[in-house]
């Protein structure tokens, strides 16, 4: 009787959920080396960098989604559309519920999944500090239907001018000036006149007011200095007004009330300021996790508590040099880590010691509309403009080829440079 397959269960199909299930599905799964399980609520995979330009409509995400399915069955792996509820750690298995995608047929129940590796890679969330009327009011970027949510919204709104006699004002505010919160701002500067060419012209790009809230001093805190402050002066160029020093205390329907008790009006709120784990990882009982809820891990990426149970990326706490900060929640971390765990996990099977991650910081780059970027490379190089933005671009590239392979990332490439010239430039529907 042949020996039973090693069981590597992933949950979480991210940046580097979805880059270790193809890795280790390409050389472990290909060879029966070990059966390869990757968990998703999704049907699809979207790049989470990319969740700002869909927000705005000025990205289609049917034509960047990755369907998980055909992506398992060209790569080796099995993928499960669960939702991730509980874990028996005794039994090394863990429960999932199945989301309901039809009214007419719906499965109510739970299914266990027996793992003999175990690797989370849930990524994170919004963290809204418990701000009054946040919940309520503000549109998040979580993921992709919350993108799509604030961008039908967006798009509703100028047809519903469309009736009006008169000219309307937009007042759309940004609280959280880090990547996301700049890189949306930017891309609304383009949405805005794309409605405007596209005869959606009630509301007067002129009269569309896009306010970015930093609560620190500055603008883009994990950048350096300069970085910010010539970010700012673009984002400031670009019409768009920018208030550091700015704590908001409550969030109403229609405005920002601030900690010194001063508002400004704002139609559409949208939430980027802070991350923490999503409250799934509750189920984690006396696993040792962060102030944030993250689960804590050695440098070979096992979680402290259990040696069978890996996590990585925003959803782990990963401090590998003990001088340094925890790493950020950065998708070149993921993909690394994802990178390191297809070495690792194979090592494990092989029954050799485990090796210990590092991380190599390249840079950080930020996206100011389709034309434009600002970041610095190698920790010193600093770089802006459309160099700096086709640099960005690659990094989406880097990710294609990950999952797809080079061949067809090089297709996908020609697809898009084809797509975007011929098609509008925002979502109209």
Known sequence: MSKALHRIVIVGGGAGGLELATQLGDTLGKHQKAKITLIDRSLSHIWKPLLHEIAAGTLNPHAEETNYFAHAKKHNYQFILGQFETIDREQKKIQVSTPQLSEKYCQDGYTDIEYDTLVMAIGSRCNDFNTKGVRDNCYFLDNREQAEVFQQDLFHLYLNAQNSQTMSALNIAIIGAGATGV???????????????YGLNKIDPKLVKITLIEAT???????????????????????????????????TTD??????????????????AGVKAPEVLEQFKNFEKDRINRLKVYATLQTMTD???????????????????????????ASQQATFLTQALAARLRGAQLPMFSFTDKGSLVSLSRHKAIGQILGQV????????????SLYRIHQANVHGYGQAGLMMTKDFVTRRVGPKIKLY
């Open 255 to 272: 405005s920002i009330i601030f900690a010194d008790g001063k508002t400004i009006p704002a139609t559409m709120k949208v939430w980027a």
């Open 307 to 333: 040696p069978n149970i890996f996590a990585f990326g925003d959803c782990a706490h990963c401090q590998p040099d003990a001088k340094e900060p925890p790493l950020g929640p950065r998708a070149q971390v």
């Open 382 to 393: 600093k770089v802006h403009g459309a160099l700096a933005r086709s640099m960005y671009a």
């Open 217 to 251: 001093q500055r603008i883009l805190p994990a950048l350096s200095e300069a970085i910010s402050a010539q970010t700012q002066k673009t984002l400031e160029k670009m019409g768009i007004e920018v208030l550091t020093n700015h704590k908001v205390s409550e969030v």
């Open 183 to 197: 890189e949306l701002a930017a891309e609304l500067i383009d949405a805005k006149e794309n409605f405007h060419q």
